[in-house]
């Protein structure tokens, strides 16, 4: 069955630090890949997500992540976090064929102080 | 260009109950998905219906059940309520069924059982 690892429960960062949060996913076929934020009182939203093409793919709010296939990872990036990003952040996968559902990790509770 | 729309936002509940919950779809969307997050959890799969059948379930028992209105709103029923059914319950739609698309997400029903 498939599974998705977010390694980080909770981050703590200062504003300005740099961010990289884990996801690492077991399935061995193709895939779609997806980060989603949850802000505090408001519902998922997509942040980014991978599809096909460049592993390298850029989202919102100067968010990235990179696919390495080989490594089963797709961890999120932001050069330099911001108070607003204090959140929860969910890594999601969804096999490519047919009606599959997304399998979510646990969540990373990310705590920026200002 | 109306978001996902759940409702109710809040329900109480008591064990062995039955509860309905409501969801309206993005504009444009046909698809929609139905989750559980338990907290500290990530979301977890319920089922998803695409033309008012039920396409996908995930590992949840026969007392989840759901329905596809030919406007494509959704509801998710719960029979015989037990105490571990307290969650926040997340709707998603997506246009095109098994197409890869990617699923918006509603604010999400908090039921509570005592």
């Known amino acids: 069955a498939q599974s998705v690892s977010q390694h980080n429960h909770h981050v703590i960062l200062s504003e300005a630090a740099s961010l990289e949060l884990g996801c690492n996913y077991s399935y061995g076929g193709t895939v779609n890949l997806f980060w989603y934020v949850q802000y505090p009182g408001q519902h998922l939203q997509l942040l980014l997500k991978y599809f096909s093409g460049d592993p390298l793919v850029k989202g919102i709010k100067g968010f990235e992540a990179e696919f390495i296939k080989s490594k089963f990872s797709f961890n999120l990036r932001k050069p330099s976090v911001q108070w607003s990003d204090t959140a929860e952040y969910f890594c999601a996968v969804k096999m490519n064929t047919g009606f599959q559902k997304l399998v979510f990790g646990t969540g990373t509770r990310l705590l920026v102080s200002p | 260009d109306a978001g996902v729309t759940q409702s109710p936002t809040h329900l109480i509940k008591t064990r062995g109950q039955q509860v309905t919950l409501r969801c309206s779809p993005k504009?444009?969307?046909?698809?929609v998905s139905w989750y559980q997050q338990a907290l500290g959890q990530g979301p977890q799969f319920i089922f998803q219906y695409y033309e008012e059948e039920e396409r996908q379930r995930g590992n949840f028992p026969d007392r989840f059940s759901g329905h596809q209105f030919p406007n494509y709103s959704s509801e998710l029923n719960v029979n015989a309520l037990l105490l571990g059914d307290s969650a926040l319950y997340l709707c998603?739609?997506?246009?095109?069924?098994?197409?890869?698309?990617?699923?918006?997400f509603g604010d999400g029903t908090r039921l509570s059982i005592l």
């Open positions: 998603a739609s997506s246009l095109g069924g098994d197409r890869a698309q990617p699923q918006h």
């Open positions: 504009s444009g969307h046909d698809t």
